[in-house]
């Protein structure tokens, strides 16, 4: 249970976000569509009390428009509590997928790990940009509840955006979560605008250039009065220029910077780690697994450690090695430990196996022993005690 609650916070954050914002969006609307209400009502009062007798027509115009109102209201009020109700089942489908680590069987258990590893496997995925892959495999695997795959795929829109030169959608992003970034210090959003300011001039639309810099570079803080004095310099260089920090300015590479801020501003937004949980779990698997052995010469490597494999070697070669208070030998042919009652044998070959695999190999070989790593065959009286000091 401990791994679950170290490893499973982004699939109880992300929903309960959601949840938040729409809670808090649906709240601002209906306030909103309330103060409409109580001003139509105000208008109605006001007729009534301005004229002593109001026409039939005035008094209907006016209780029309209330009535408007109201279904506008109650419309909203619906809208925003059916998008509330549904990521609230959505946090509580995971939350009870959760529980069920706490009361799992022998064997409901693999198939309880098998389903979290396809999420782990999804998220990767949608991080990796493998959106269409990361689809088929919650659908495969019926847990498009329990993934984050909405969230990604906005996302990828806003990025998409981004490389076709587009602000548009990531402004408007800026603008849903205004409140959040605000806190989170982002500068995103004047990123943006800088960047909208660099293609005018880029485009040659300088007069417009300047017009966007006084409607949008206001209230700046040091940093950005820097970034803002850099850049009001490109008024005077084409788009062309060699000179070093203008060009840099007009560099292409700029947006891919953008897109890159926008996928770390995201994850924070949402408490999201930089790694996938897929990424994290493997490095520490990797490291508890890994020690010397596993890089010396291709001959003396071991066959059952994932470690030693070609592609996890390469992958855990900058992981630190595993830390090992007390060692535990285990016979590779039984999977049993060496201790007094299963001593440790050395073949001449120098492979050790547990006495009784090798008694049992020798039982049904006329007292012979196939060493399972070489193959070489040798009698069971040749292997000799082996002393672990």
């Known amino acids: 249970m401990a791994d679950v609650k170290s490893l499973e916070h982004p699939t109880l954050k992300v929903p309960y976000e959601i949840l938040n914002k729409k809670f808090r969006s649906g709240q601002k609307n209906i306030d909103r569509e309330v103060s409409h209400v109580q001003q139509a009502s105000s208008e109605v009062e006001q007729c009534l009390q301005d004229q002593k007798s109001p026409s039939v027509q005035q008094v209907s115009l006016v209780l029309d428009n209330m009535v408007e109102k109201l ?19 959505v946090l509580k489908r995971r939350v009870e997928h959760l529980k069920e680590a706490e009361c799992l069987q022998p064997h409901t258990r693999p198939l309880w790990q098998k389903k979290r590893l396809d999420r782990m496997l999804v998220d990767y995925f949608l991080r990796s940009g493998y959106y269409n892959t990361a689809i088929k495999l919650a659908q495969h695997s019926d847990i498009q509840d329990l993934t984050n795959i909405d969230l990604f795929l906005t996302s990828r829109e806003v990025e998409e955006s981004l490389l076709r030169h587009e602000t548009g959608p990531c402004l408007a992003w800026c603008y849903d979560n205004k409140s959040k970034l605000r806190k989170n210090k982002s500068s995103l959003e004047f ?8 293609e005018l001039v880029r485009q040659d639309r300088r007069l417009e250039a300047v017009r966007h810099a006084r409607r949008y570079f206001i209230n700046l803080v040091d940093d950005q009065l820097y970034e803002v004095q850099r ?8 788009a062309n220029t060699t000179l070093a920090p203008y060009r840099d300015l007009y560099d292409d590479s700029r947006w891919h910077e953008m897109v890159e801020q926008f996928r770390q501003e995201n994850f924070k937004l949402h408490q999201l780690n930089h790694s996938s949980v897929f990424t994290i779990t493997l490095q520490a698997g990797l490291s ?12 003396h490597k071991n066959a059952d450690c994932p470690v030693c ?9 900058r ?9 535990k030998l285990i016979c590779s042919i039984s999977g049993l430990p060496l201790n007094e009652n299963n001593p440790p044998m050395a073949l001449p070959n120098g492979h050790v196996y547990g006495y009784n695999s090798l008694s049992d190999l020798a039982r049904l070989n006329d007292g012979r022993v196939v060493c399972p790593r070489t193959k070489e065959i040798f009698h069971l009286d040749e292997a000799e005690k082996v002393f672990v000091m």
């Open 71 to 89: 279904c506008f209201l109650k419309r909203k009020a619906e809208e925003s509590i059916n998008e509330e109700l549904d990521a609230a089942k």
């Open 191 to 198: 990123k943006l605008r800088q960047q909208e300011f660099i």
């Open 231 to 238: 850049v009001m310099g490109l008024l005077a260089y084409p």
């Open 288 to 299: 508890a697994l890994k020690t010397p052995h596993c890089y010396r010469e291709e001959g």
């Open 309 to 317: 494999t070609a592609n996890l070697n390469r992958l855990g070669q």
């Open 319 to 327: 992981l630190p090695y595993a830390h090992c208070a007390n060692s």
